[in-house]
């Protein structure tokens, strides 16, 4: 259905857009890829919404190696950190922990939508099919793009670029990972580089047979566009961030509204509780009150007193002796005899 695909498109779109405000504050490393990764794959519901399927599933498959490589290069400065995730405390990594940091640098170059990379394959193509059905949806989604870029050199300078500011103590232990972390890194930077390009060469047409192959054609501009706002990304990062002795200065506390809530997830979490939880949760207390408590329960219990109550008035028969016995069996024949002889 056109209508159903362009929803989903649009979908896709704002939470490319909106995860990727929320990890412009955030200070934990692990919530700026985890917000990235939400921005991610708003592309990849864009690119199914707007009928590029294989090029949704490309940029998950791309997605793929260079997030994995970013999330584990994270556990990795995390792990040299001595367990701390807040980037406010760290920078000068990239001397300390030189294969953590330049594989991590080519994650962020991936992402970022750098041509020779793989991201920049996967996305454009999503991109160039958006522009082929909505010239807002490109918009929106070259936007993205520009702020995908920003936000993660905005995390690749605080945590990486100028002095460390760790405590003394920390500063003194930061270490590079075993080679049982850093291997990985390296073949996940590999793949993050290479794996865009299956797509130009013919073999990149393996989703032919089930999709269908289309691609439309776009003018130069329109290419160059979301390569052009990831490069303005990089430099404003840079600009803010890279060229301060301290990267992380301002980011101490939220500095306006927007600063504020971008930093609380624009209290979607909140809204969540507030709207869903609270209520559903309400909802199921009532129906315990009233169908468990009202109706399973009361019947059971009750039913439970009744059986009692017969079966003490029962245990007055059960005596024991046995002439009581014989006497109740003496005086039952005789009962149905009667009775029996009284119908006949």
């Not at 594989?103 to 991936?110: E, S």
Request: charged fraction near 15%; aromatic fraction near 14%; hydrophobic fraction near 50%.
């Amino acid at each position: 259905s056109p209508d159903a695909l362009t929803i989903v498109a649009w979908f896709g779109a704002a939470t490319a857009l909106f995860a990727a405000t929320i990890g412009f504050a955030q200070t934990d490393i692990k919530k700026v890829l985890a917000y990235s990764t939400v921005s991610q794959l708003g592309y990849m519901v864009l690119g199914v919404g707007v009928g590029a399927y294989g090029a949704g599933v490309f940029h998950l498959m791309t997605h793929a190696f260079f997030k994995a490589l970013l999330f584990l290069g994270a556990g990795s400065v995390i792990h040299g950190m001595h367990e701390e995730q807040d980037i406010r405390k760290m920078g000068g990594l990239l001397k300390r922990m030189p294969v953590t940091g330049w594989t991590f640098l080519i994650g962020c170059v991936a992402i970022a939508g750098v041509p020779g990379l793989s991201g920049h394959y996967s996305k454009d193509l999503i991109l160039e099919e958006a522009y082929g059905k909505s010239i807002l949806l490109y918009l929106v989604g070259t936007l993205g793009a520009g702020m995908t870029a920003f936000y993660m050199f905005r995390l690749f300078f605080v945590t990486f670029w100028k002095e460390t500011r760790a405590s003394h103590e920390v500063t003194h232990h930061i270490h590079e990972s075993p080679w049982t972390m850093t291997v990985p890194l390296v073949i996940l930077a590999v793949l993050s580089i290479g794996g865009g390009w299956s797509f130009v060469f013919p073999v990149g047409q393996w989703l032919e047979p089930i999709f269908g192959g289309h691609h439309p054609h776009v003018p130069a501009f329109i290419q160059f566009m979301p390569t052009i706002m990831g490069f303005l990304g990089i430099a404003l990062a840079h600009l803010m961030y890279g060229r301060k002795t301290n990267p992380a200065e301002g980011m101490e506390e939220p500095v306006d509204a927007w600063h504020k809530g971008a930093l609380n997830k624009w209290y979607i979490d909140e809204i969540y509780d507030a709207a869903i939880v609270r209520p559903m949760a309400a909802l199921a207390d009532g129906f315990w009150k009233l169908i468990d408590v009202k109706v399973i329960d009361a019947t059971v219990n009750d039913t439970a007193q009744v059986t009692g109550m017969f079966g003490g008035d029962l245990r007055l028969w059960q005596t024991g002796n046995v002439q009581n016995y014989a006497m109740s069996f003496l005086i039952g024949a005789m009962a149905i005899f009667g009775l029996g002889y009284y119908l006949w």
